[in-house]
């Protein structure tokens, strides 16, 4: 089954005549288990496609289907469902300062009522050593350099095994070659644990860790739609 399936998608912002697409009909795959980056200019639409394939926000005229859920037509509660089996990274990393690392990890594990709080916070520290910073579990976001602040969040995108990663300019705010160094880390973790990632970026340096390569300009994919 695909992890993402896209057909004809239109989204506008505004309303009536002066609502303009920003979206015009995209058709678009994405199969389980790829590592699929979204490049185009500022502007081309890439944040609003990533939006609504991760539930944020609600779609507005034609198909997008994202883990075997049909979001056109769906309410809150099914935008909701898909959100909690969807990892977010974005381009700043959105910790939460007053909490450690460990701690911001196992938050992404509160939606799963069955684990114990011990559960939840030996899981976050299996998975911040995973991502390389084992060490750095009971450290507070300020101390942590900006690669290592990416990790933690790529480690809350990874904890609760969600069949989908998105991922929003997750470089931008890194220098080249940490950049480079961490998606490198999310590609390898993505493929041991067959994870789905989709990755909008501006940024060259990290295309060799794309399966495919999609380009958008103006609201249309120009190139790498299908696989
Ligand atoms: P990208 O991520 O590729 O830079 P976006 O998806 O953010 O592009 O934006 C696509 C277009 O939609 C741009 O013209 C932008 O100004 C417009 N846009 C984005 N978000 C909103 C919004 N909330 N309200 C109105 N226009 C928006
Ligand atoms: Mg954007």
Not at 18 to 45: N, Q
Not at 59 to 65: A, L, P, R
Request: aromatic share 2%; net charge neutral.
């Amino acid at each position: 089954m695909d992890a993402v399936r896209v057909c004809a998608l239109t989204h506008r912002f505004g309303d009536g005549e002066a609502a303009k697409p920003v979206l015009h009909g995209l058709d678009l795959r994405v199969g389980a288990g790829e590592v699929v980056l979204l490049t185009g200019p500022s502007g081309s639409g890439k944040t609003t496609l990533l939006t609504l394939i991760g539930g944020l926000r609600a779609v507005q005229e034609g198909s997008c289907v994202v883990l075997g859920t049909e979001l056109a037509g769906a309410d809150e509660a099914a935008r909701v469902a898909v959100r909690r089996r969807v990892g977010f990274i974005f381009q700043h990393h959105n910790l939460l300062g007053f909490l450690t690392a460990q701690q911001n990890v196992a938050m992404a594990l509160e939606v799963d009522a069955s684990l114990s709080e011990r559960e939840r916070l030996d899981r976050a520290d299996a998975m911040l050593h995973a991502v390389g910073i084992g060490e750095k579990a009971r450290a507070d976001p300020a101390t942590l350099s900006g690669g290592q602040r990416q990790r933690v969040a790529i480690a809350r995108a990874l904890v609760h095994g969600p069949g989908l990663i998105l991922a929003d300019e997750p470089t931008a705010a890194l220098d080249g070659k940490t950049g480079g160094e961490t998606m490198r880390l999310l590609q390898r973790l993505a493929k041991e644990q067959r994870r789905t990632v989709f990755i909008v970026t501006h940024d060259p340096r990290i295309h060799d860790i794309a399966d495919r390569i999609i380009a958008m300009e103006d609201g249309r994919i120009v190139e790498g739609a299908h696989a």
